[in-house]
């Protein structure tokens, strides 16, 4: 048979496929544990950017360690022991029948339509009281579900810090919720007022310095109202009575001692 016959053509080009398939497969294998830590590693690295103290070149590991993780149950506002907080994942969560809880349509500001009842937080402790917690949010923006870490101070109201990690908004326009120039504006903004009332938004336009307004606003995003409002819409939601709001106040009243 020459060799540029069509039948060896095929037989080469059929085993270049198998050996390839093979080579592609282990490699998906033998790298499964690293990509699973490398999430994991990236999650925290995320965390630690909201509450302010991520340092670059120190190990997230070591930084990590803290931070405590904690599960919630949204429903009762109490922390909940049934699940491993390793392996806790409130994405899978929210689409696991036993876990899901869907959000009756009037209630669903962050256009997402479940959520897992239970949600991992993250407490930063020092000498046994709490400094900091971190909360995940996400929801709907114009493009994507955006998600995101919001952290706040012991009084449950102050942010220390909000960032997104992971949407499909437009670079440039919905993507400048990752500018740190915008970024910066929300470390002291307050959530709430005296009386608990929600307050915290991102305004069209730029907020009045001398406003008594401004502790609780931030600067919108030029040409990309829509992404902003998604911001606002999953702060109210995530921060609201259907959200984390009952559970802040039981552990306001619980003196801060988790
Ligand atoms: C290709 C394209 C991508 C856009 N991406 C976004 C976006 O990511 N977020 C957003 O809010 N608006 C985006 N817009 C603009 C919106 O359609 C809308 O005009 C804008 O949100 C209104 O904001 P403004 O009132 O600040 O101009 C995009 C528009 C186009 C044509």
Redesign the pocket.
């Known amino acids: 048979m020459s060799r540029d016959s069509t039948g060896k053509v095929l037989r080469v080009a059929f085993l270049l496929c198998v050996v390839c398939s093979v080579l592609v497969s282990a490699a998906a294998v033998v790298l499964s544990d690293r990509q699973e830590r490398n999430k994991v590693e990236e999650k925290n690295k995320n965390i630690l950017q909201a509450a302010g103290l991520y340092e670059a070149g120190i190990p997230v590991e070591a930084q990590f360690s803290k931070i405590e993780t904690r599960i919630v149950d949204l429903q009762t506002g109490e922390f909940s022991q049934d699940f491993d907080v390793v392996t806790f994942d409130s994405r899978s969560a929210a689409r696991d029948p036993e876990t899901r809880y869907q959000i009756p349509a009037d209630l669903d500001l962050a256009a997402i339509k479940n959520r897992s009842r239970y949600q991992d937080v993250y407490l930063v402790m020092d000498d046994g009281l709490l400094q900091q917690i971190i909360l995940p949010v996400h929801g709907k923006?114009?493009?994507s579900t955006m998600y995101g870490f919001i952290s706040l101070a012991e009084d449950f109201s102050t942010v220390n810090g909000f960032a997104f990690y992971e949407h499909g908004?437009?670079p440039g326009?919905?993507?400048e919720i990752d500018n740190p120039s915008w970024k910066k504006q929300w470390p002291g903004k307050r959530i709430y007022d005296d009386v608990g009332n929600f307050r915290i938004e991102v305004l069209?336009g730029r907020v009045d310095k001398k406003s008594e307004n401004a502790i609780f606003q931030v600067d919108?995003?030029?040409?990309?109202?829509?992404?902003?409002?998604?911001v606002n819409n999953l702060l109210k939601y995530w921060l609201g009575d259907n959200g984390y709001k009952p559970f802040l106040e039981k552990l306001k009243e619980a003196g801060i001692k988790p």
Not at 220 to 230: F, I, K
Request: hydrophobic share 40%; glycine share 30%.
């Open positions: 923006g114009l493009w908004e437009t326009l919905g993507g069209k919108g995003l030029a040409g990309a109202t829509l992404t902003a409002r998604g």
